[in-house]
């Protein structure tokens, strides 16, 4: 049997996606074989894999299992090709029950920033319930859920976002929202802990507004003064508990757009447009 399937021919440009027929994978030991519904991409992902092209991209599914008709949705290793297509073989330990309450489109863009918020807060950063957090870019798939997972957490949040932004990162829980074009952050009251995600001259100003013993950690570059820097690893159990907060009306995910399976070009297009607010998601099958 045949799959339609994106490979990534070249790196960094989305002019290097395309969609082809293949073989369809085979689950090996403890991996189970899940119809793709919907793949959510990242914006940086065409840089990855330059040493092992052609590759498949897009490392956030939902589906349903085979043979069960389970509902799950997941993180994919990095080390094997991602989901964007209609079958793929995905280790048992990074699946979790898709969230009810969500769509196959919405779970698909909960993983990446959903562990990513989770383990940057809690596993690094240590945010315990009525301590100060900033969020440096809370509108981003990333941000947008560290919002609201700091929330539930009892913390006090604070984020930054643009003018556009603003009202959307407010009703997300934020308790307070800095215009990043007009305020400087550097002027709020210490906090406890800043989770960064987008790097730059944010990142190396960030240390002035720590409290002492405060947690810097960042996502996007290695930061200054100790900070933390990590990359996102699966794990289907924090996904699990991630999925349980959405079920909850807790959680929300944010979807920029989405793209037919036959239109991944264009998403991967749309994906590096300045102007986007959460995830890009491909419909793989209905």
């Known amino acids: 049997m045949n799959i339609q399937t994106v490979r990534q021919t070249v790196a960094g440009d989305p002019a290097g996606i395309e969609v082809v027929s293949e073989a369809a994978p085979v689950a090996g030991p403890d991996e189970k074989l899940v119809r793709v519904r919907a793949a959510a991409i990242t914006r940086e992902e065409l840089d990855w894999f330059e040493d092992r092209l052609p590759a498949v991209p897009s490392f956030e599914i939902s589906g349903v299992v085979e043979g069960t008709g389970e509902e799950v949705?997941?993180?994919?290793?990095?080390?094997?090709?991602?989901?964007?297509?209609?079958?793929?073989?995905?280790?048992?330990?990074?699946?979790?029950?898709?969230?009810?309450?969500?769509?196959?489109?919405?779970?698909?863009?909960?993983?990446?920033?959903?562990?990513?918020?989770?383990?940057?807060?809690?596993?690094?950063?240590?945010?315990?319930?009525?301590?100060?957090?900033?969020?440096?870019?809370?509108a981003g798939g990333v941000g947008s859920v560290a919002v609201q997972l700091a929330k539930q957490r009892g913390a006090h949040v604070v984020a930054t976002a643009s003018p556009g932004n603003i009202e959307t990162v407010r009703s997300l829980g934020a308790d307070e929202v800095i215009d990043r074009t007009t305020q400087d952050f550097t002027e709020i009251a210490s906090v406890a802990v800043v989770f960064d995600t987008a790097g730059g001259e944010n990142l190396k100003r960030a240390p002035a507004v720590l409290a002492n013993g405060g947690r810097l950690v960042s996502v996007a570059e290695e930061p200054p003064d100790g900070g933390v820097y990590f990359v996102v690893a699966p794990n289907g159990e924090q996904l699990a508990e991630i999925g349980k907060l959405a079920d909850a009306g807790k959680v929300k995910p944010l979807v920029d757009s989405t793209f037919p399976l036959a239109e991944a070009r264009a998403a991967f297009e749309r994906s590096l447009a300045g102007s986007r607010r959460g995830k890009i998601v491909l419909e793989v099958t209905a």
Do not use: C, N, Y
């Open 73 to 138: 949705f997941a993180l994919l290793p990095f080390d094997r090709d991602g989901g964007a297509r209609e079958l793929v073989a995905a280790p048992s330990s990074v699946l979790a029950p898709k969230p009810t309450s969500l769509t196959h489109v919405e779970a698909a863009a909960l993983p990446m920033p959903g562990l990513t918020a989770w383990q940057a807060l809690f596993d690094h950063g240590k945010l315990a319930p009525g301590e100060r957090v900033l969020i440096l870019g809370g």
